[in-house]
C-alpha cells in the first residue's frame, strides 16, 4: 500500500461500476467470465459467513482480459448476490492507477484485487492476486514452463478449488 496518501473510498465506490455492467461491456474473455458465474454454486459455509457481514463492500480492481480475474472474480460477485448482505462494484486497473498503486504485489499491478470496506467506508483489508495456495505456486513455477502451460496448470487448479480459497480469504477480510 502506498504510503502517506489514502484514498477517498466515497468518490471510489461512486464512480465504481456493478459487477454485472463490467461483464456485459466486456470485450475480452466475457464467455468466461459469465460461464463460471452461471455454473459457480456458493457453497452453504460461505453463505453462512456472508450473513455476519451486512453493509460490506467489495471494491474489485480488475481489467476482462485477466484470467486470474475471469477465474477469481465470478465466485464473489455470486456470493454477493445470493448473500443479499454484501455488494461488489469493479473499477478497471488501467483507467485507476492511482487507486491500484495502493495495493501492488512484489512491486508490480497484479490483479484482481479485491478491498474489503465496511459501511462507512473504512477499509477492512484486501485480498489478491490469488488464492494463497495458487499464488506460492505461481511463484514457484512461473519461469519453469511456458505460459500457455502455467496458465492451463492454473486453471486446473480453480476448477478442482471451486472458488472455495478465493470466498474464504476474501471473508477472513472482513472478519
Excluded at 41 to 53: F, G
Aim: aromatic share 10%.
Amino acid at each position: 500500500m502506498t504510503e502517506g496518501h489514502t484514498l477517498d473510498f466515497p468518490a471510489i465506490w461512486h464512480d465504481a461500476i456493478p459487477y454485472e455492467r463490467f461483464v456485459a461491456e466486456a470485450e475480452e474473455l466475457q464467455k468466461l467470465w459469465l460461464g463460471i458465474y452461471d455454473r459457480f454454486v456458493v457453497p452453504a459455509w460461505a453463505l453462512e459467513q456472508a450473513a455476519v457481514t451486512d453493509g460490506t463492500r467489495l471494491l474489485c480492481i480488475t481489467e476482462d482480459w485477466c484470467w486470474d480475474a475471469a477465474n477469481s472474480v465470478p465466485p464473489v460477485a455470486k456470493l454477493c448476490e445470493q448473500s443479499g448482505r454484501m455488494e461488489l462494484r469493479v473499477v478497471k486497473r488501467d483507467e485507476n492507477l492511482e487507486v491500484m498503486d495502493h495495493y501492488l504485489t512484489n512491486g508490480t499491478r497484479s490483479i484482481p484485487v479485491v478491498v474489503v470496506l465496511n459501511d462507512g467506508f473504512r477499509e477492512l483489508g484486501s485480498w489478491g492476486p490469488r488464492p494463497r495456495e495458487l499464488q506460492k505456486w505461481a511463484m514457484e513455477h512461473k519461469d519453469t514452463m511456458s505460459k500457455k502451460d502455467f496458465y492451463v496448470a492454473m486453471r486446473r487448479w480453480h476448477l478442482k478449488d471451486k472458488g472455495e480459497s478465493t470466498l474464504q480469504e476474501v471473508l477472513e477480510k472482513g472478519q
